[in-house]
């Protein structure tokens, strides 16, 4: 289980372990918004069980910005190929080979499939005559939150789902 951390203002912030987040409320540091129905049972005491804390003190945090790197390519197109949607021998593309002019970027990197990958070859997705499920884009952070975590309810309405 996890738990969402949000800030003094009542931003999210991050997603970390329950041990973390019991330690933060134990050590007045944070308090509980929304908790688990099972509670922590101690030796003579019971505990909220965390889902949703809040800090106490505002921090200041740097824009949290998600890496580029396969791991988080794979998630941002959940895993499918962006031309055939195939979920079987996935590799990186480049949209604009480098031998075009195309980087590694967020907005030129999308999964595809080898067979994909084998047949567009050193050309762009046009010129063979591929369509993508979606434009690739650089994820925010939540976005990286939602395609990591299984999202519990409670922190729904922290991170601006509706009801």
């Known amino acids: 289980m996890n738990v969402l951390l949000l800030n003094a203002d009542y931003l999210p912030i991050t997603v970390i372990s329950m041990r973390k987040g019991f330690k933060l409320v134990f050590k007045g540091k944070a ?24 800090l106490f003190n505002y921090v200041n945090f740097p824009f949290l910005k998600v890496k580029l790197n396969r791991v988080n390519i794979l998630k941002r197109d959940e895993k499918k190929c962006v031309y055939c949607g195939s979920k079987d021998r996935l590799t990186i593309d480049h949209v604009i080979p480098k031998s075009k002019g195309g980087g590694n970027t967020w907005e030129n990197l999308v999964t595809c499939c080898f067979k994909c990958n084998f047949k567009k070859d050193n050309k762009t997705y046009k010129e063979v005559g591929f369509t993508m499920s979606h434009k690739p884009y650089r994820p925010t952070y939540f976005d990286y ?8 309810t409670k922190w729904r309405k922290y991170l601006g789902y509706i009801k």
């Open 31 to 54: 308090e509980v918004i929304e908790e688990f129905d099972n509670p922590i049972i101690g030796v003579d005491k019971k505990f909220k069980r965390p889902c949703v804390i809040r």
């Open 145 to 152: 939150i939602h395609k990591s975590y299984r999202i519990e």
